[in-house]
Each structure stands twice: as structure tokens, then as C-alpha cells.
């Protein structure tokens, strides 16, 4: 589920997580004159990758599709609060992850221990014992991570 913002932008992981990914598809939030039909998403095994206090047991029940917010982490946040299908979705939280350090990131986090949408992808898939897509969306975010530091000249930096 991509906010219409992220759209335009080249470093919009959770697009190129749904291109290596089969079977993905990218809904898009916020487009005028294009409502959003999420009905579909009401059918069991459908969860949220979003934090909850309260995450159902993703080993009582394997989660048979993945809905992902994309966007800002404000931008996702609203999304979630908004969007009533979303809302009303059961959510998969990952355990706390040590982010890697600013110099690496495709964008400045916005919130502590923040990550992009691939990146949040492929912890979700080893969470869910699923060890190679992860590694490839890890390579993929890794290969696309170095492209755009080798644009910004700051890549040299990173090696040192």
C-alpha cells in the first residue's frame, strides 16, 4: 500500500520489493480520482506489518499475505489510522532490530530504529522463516544503498 507521495521517488524500496517479489502487486493511497478497493484484503491469513502492543501469534496462524504500508513513517502511521480495511487488519510486529548507521541509508530515518520498506519486507520473510527472499530483497536494497551513494559522491566516504 504506497502513499501517492513515494510515487516519483527512485529510492521507493517498497516498489522494488514488489518487482522481485512474485506475486506482489502495489496499491496506490491518495491518488484523486481513484478509490481504493481493499475489499479483498478482508480474507483470512491477510495481516499488517505494522507495530501493535497487542500482534497475534504469527506461529499459531502463518500469515498467507502481507499488506505493507509504504511511505514516511508519518505517512504510514496515517495510512493505518485512516484507512478503515487497514485498521481493522490483525498486524505482524517485528521484534526491535539494530538499524544499520545514518551513512548507509538510502534517506534519513524520520523515528529511532527506523528502516525502509525492504528493508522491513525482508525482516518480516526471516521472521517468517522465509530466509531467501529476505536475503535477496537484503541484496537488492544493499546493491540499490550503493547506487545511490556512488550518485551522491558520499560512497568513498562510506568505505573509510
Known amino acids: 500500500m504506497r502513499h501517492a507521495s513515494e510515487i516519483p521517488r527512485l529510492t521507493n524500496t517498497g516498489l522494488w520489493a514488489a518487482l522481485a517479489l512474485r506475486g506482489s502487486e502495489v496499491r496506490d493511497h491518495g491518488l484523486q480520482g481513484s478509490p481504493l478497493d481493499l475489499e479483498d484484503l478482508a480474507t483470512p491469513g491477510t495481516v499488517l506489518l505494522f507495530p501493535s502492543p497487542h500482534p497475534p501469534d504469527p506461529a499459531a496462524?502463518?500469515?498467507?499475505r502481507l499488506?505493507?504500508?509504504d511511505g514516511t513513517?508519518?505517512?504510514a502511521r496515517r495510512m493505518v489510522q485512516r484507512i478503515p480495511a487497514l485498521r481493522a487488519m490483525p498486524r505482524l510486529?517485528?521484534?526491535a532490530l539494530a538499524a544499520p548507521p545514518d551513512a548507509a541509508r538510502l534517506r534519513r530515518p524520520t523515528i529511532a530504529g527506523g528502516m525502509s520498506t525492504i528493508?522491513?519486507?525482508a525482516a518480516a520473510l526471516r521472521f517468517l522463516?522465509?530466509?531467501e527472499p529476505a536475503r535477496q530483497l537484503e541484496a537488492l536494497h544493499e546493491a540499490g544503498r550503493e547506487r545511490a551513494m556512488r550518485l551522491r559522491g558520499t560512497w568513498t566516504e562510506?568505505?573509510?
Do not use: D, F, N, Y
Request: glycine content about 4%; aromatic content about 4%.
Open 61 to 64: 496462524t502463518r500469515p498467507r
Open 67 to 69: 499488506v505493507v504500508p
Open 73 to 75: 513513517w508519518s505517512q
Open 93 to 95: 510486529a517485528l521484534p
Open 119 to 121: 528493508e522491513a519486507i
Open 129 to 131: 522463516g522465509e530466509p
Open 158 to 160: 562510506a568505505l573509510s
